[in-house]
């Protein structure tokens, strides 16, 4: 069992905006304990919709464990009998993380969109603070897949002598045009649903619509041609029936790969705010390490981290090629890193799913205790 814990930072957090709140609350969570050195913690960083709740059950009732149980608990990959395991939902977020729905002490009212601009970096000094709150003063590693990949690369950034080890998967250095056009397409789906007001729904309304729309199309980009046909192929669902028997005459839900993305767009809404989903895909398209720092080598140029990266085969949202171009060019700057590609048809997700592969993987680079050997495991 685990209990999310609050922290509530009170002293004023500014932006890369330039904007400043008076502080934030930070929903997290953390799994086995820190040890006497303070070297054995690993910050998990989430992806866009993830949250706090990584492992571990809230109640014996819970339908299901937090979102990486599978990697991450006693005696697996991520073992919590070794390591002090945090997990924080990011800045802007909308699972206990101060975020667009948060209320604005200044007005009553939740921020709306006149919450600050988020970035990854603004999300990763966030928890920096988190961190110093927590008295971890070394990370062990920090691993995400997707945004969190973003973020676990990032801290290796801004801070080199706090982080041992990067494991960053089905991520990128910046998006491509066609992930940012997904987004974009989410984005406006969300904001032409007449109910999203401008930002200024009440907490109990908004582009529930728009907000399904886009988690439906965005969930289409999370998997894969061939796991979508395995999954459904062209399996129908009666639904529409008339006095003589199913009417293929309708748009009511026919196929079953209807039926399950209308599932997920609804089972979204009821987790997710729509601005944080504005704000936070606003962030990760602003992602872009070699803007940020003149070229990607000049990004990595601070990094003492060893860095694994891995890809996945079917990854056509942050495909294989922009996860093997970060392990490149650490090497190129001089960096110790690897990249490992694992093949699957299951697509960008693929991180999220059951693969004994990559459990090895996590835990090999994880437990190992030398210098981390350059393997190109393709
Ligand atoms: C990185 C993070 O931070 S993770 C936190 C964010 N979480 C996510 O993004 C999860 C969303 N993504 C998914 O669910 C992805 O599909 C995956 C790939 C990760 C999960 O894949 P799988 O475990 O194979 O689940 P699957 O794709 O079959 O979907 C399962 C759900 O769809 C439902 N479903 C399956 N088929 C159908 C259907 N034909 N009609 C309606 N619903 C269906 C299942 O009942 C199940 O519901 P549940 O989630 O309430 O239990
Ligand atoms: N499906 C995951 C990964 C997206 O990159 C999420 O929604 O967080």
Same mark, same amino acid.
């Given at each position: 069992m685990v209990t999310p814990r609050d922290f509530v930072c009170t002293t004023p957090f500014t932006f890369k905006s330039g904007q400043v709140l008076p502080g934030f609350t930070m929903r997290y969570e953390t799994y086995g304990q820190l040890n006497r050195a303070r070297d054995n913690a690993i910050l998990i960083c989430h992806a866009l *919709? #993830? @949250?706090?709740?990584? $492992?571990?059950?809230? *109640?014996? $009732? @819970?339908r299901k464990p937090g979102w990486w149980d599978h990697l991450i608990g006693? #005696?697996? $990959?991520? @073992?919590t009998d070794r390591f002090y395991v945090i997990c924080a939902n990011c800045?802007?977020?909308? +699972?206990?993380?101060? #975020?667009? +729905?948060? =209320?604005d002490p200044a007005t009553g009212? +939740?921020?709306? =969109? $006149?919450f600050p601009f988020v970035t990854i970096n603004d999300m990763v000094r966030s928890q920096k603070r988190l961190l110093d709150h927590l008295g971890v @003063?070394?990370?062990?590693a920090v691993i995400g897949g997707s945004m969190g990949g973003m973020q676990a690369l990032l801290w290796a950034i801004l801070y080199p002598n706090f982080v041992r080890r990067v494991l960053a998967m089905a991520t990128t250095a910046r998006e491509g045009a066609q992930a940012i056009a997904f987004n974009e397409v989410g984005r406006q789906a969300i904001m032409q649903d007449p109910a999203w007001e401008q930002g200024n729904y009440p907490a109990d309304g908004g582009p529930r619509v728009g907000l399904a729309i886009a988690r439906m199309m965005a969930h289409i980009t999370y998997l894969s041609d061939a796991s979508m046909e395995r999954k459904f192929g062209r399996r129908k669902r009666?639904?529409?029936?008339t006095a003589h028997g199913e009417?293929?005459?309708? &748009?009511? =839900?026919?196929f079953e790969v209807e039926s399950y993305l209308r599932y997920q767009g609804q089972s979204f809404i009821n987790r997710f705010d729509a601005n944080s989903y504005l704000y936070i895909t606003r962030a990760l398209d602003h992602f872009d390490l070699a803007h940020a720092y003149g070229s990607l080598e000049q990004a990595f140029a601070p990094v003492q981290a060893e860095t694994l990266v891995v890809g996945f085969? +079917?990854?056509?949202? &942050?495909p294989p090629e922009q996860n093997r171009e970060i392990a490149l060019t650490l090497l190129r700057a001089g960096k110790r890193a690897s990249y490992a590609e694992l093949a699957t /048809?299951?697509?960008? /997700?693929s991180f999220l799913l059951e693969s004994p592969d990559l459990y090895r993987i996590v835990r090999g680079f994880l437990e190992r205790e030398h210098e981390f050997v350059l393997d190109f495991s393709i």
């Open positions: *919709s #993830g @949250d706090h709740h990584c $492992a571990g059950r809230h *109640s014996a $009732a @819970d006693p #005696g697996r $990959a991520v @073992d800045l802007g977020g909308c +699972s206990g993380t101060t #975020g667009p +729905s948060s =209320i009212k +939740s921020y709306g =969109i $006149a @003063d070394q990370l062990h009666v639904t529409t029936t009417n293929p005459y309708s &748009f009511d =839900i026919q085969t +079917s990854d056509w949202l &942050f /048809d299951r697509g960008h /997700d």
